[in-house]
């Protein structure tokens, strides 16, 4: 499974974009850029998935250069409750799907 | 409530005793997930089931943790001879894929937290 680099954490004020960016070098052909959302105490939340180029829904947009050797997930006008751990994950969406968490990134939403 | 749900929430113990945690996944979900996840750390993979075969055990911690989904439905994990290192959140996961499909969407529930002491 490629492996993938976040910062450890950023802080962000309350009403902004939050950026949050991921690299993953190694990633192959046939895997895709995957973004959870942690709690505290609770499990992790699935965002939002995609391969290449821009997508969005609700909750967020994920960005993916040509290259696919990075990610930027997006978080528009956070609030506090955004505050928690957000994990990039790389991966092909066949076989056993087991997920392979890094540390993820502690993204702290400031009043 | 349609979730992922465990039980139970919170389970502490006493060293060399064997615990056993319980996973009621989404009802039409055919996919079932152990991983553990430590502090500072994000969750880790142990196992997982399609219907009731488990098909991938490798990543279970050692020969004391052994996990079950006898009809498809809910799963256990137990912890047999507990250590003070099996202190962690133990997470359940659950999706559905079609057949001959791939997916990579999991919803996971809240947790089961061990302390062992």
């Known amino acids: 499974l490629a492996k993938t680099t976040q910062p450890i954490s950023m802080d962000s004020y309350e009403g902004q974009e939050v950026n949050i960016t991921c690299s993953h070098n190694n990633i192959a052909t046939n895997d895709y850029i995957t973004w959870y959302q942690q709690f505290p105490s609770q499990g992790p939340r699935f965002i939002i998935q995609g391969y290449k180029t821009k997508v969005t829904n609700e909750v967020a947009s994920l960005f993916i250069p040509a290259d696919r050797k990075s990610s930027t997930l997006s978080l528009p006008r956070v609030s506090l409750s955004d505050t928690a751990v957000y994990y990039c994950l790389v991966g092909d969406r066949s076989g056993n799907n087991r997920l392979a968490f890094g540390k993820g990134n502690q993204v702290v939403v400031i009043p | ?117």
């Open chain 2, 1 to 117: 409530d349609t979730g992922v749900s465990q039980d139970p929430r919170h389970k502490i113990t006493k060293r060399g005793q064997n615990v056993t945690f319980r996973c009621d996944p989404i009802s039409e979900h055919n996919r079932l997930y152990w991983y553990r996840q430590t502090l500072g750390q994000g969750p880790e993979f142990l196992t997982y089931f399609q219907n009731e075969a488990q098909l991938e055990k490798s990543r279970l911690l050692s020969d004391r943790f052994s996990a079950e989904r006898p009809k498809g439905s809910f799963s256990t994990l137990e912890i047999q001879r507990t250590e003070q290192g099996d202190s962690a959140m133990y997470l359940c996961a659950s999706s559905l894929v079609p057949p001959g499909q791939g997916g990579y969407e999991q919803y996971f529930g809240p947790g089961t937290r061990l302390t062992v002491t």
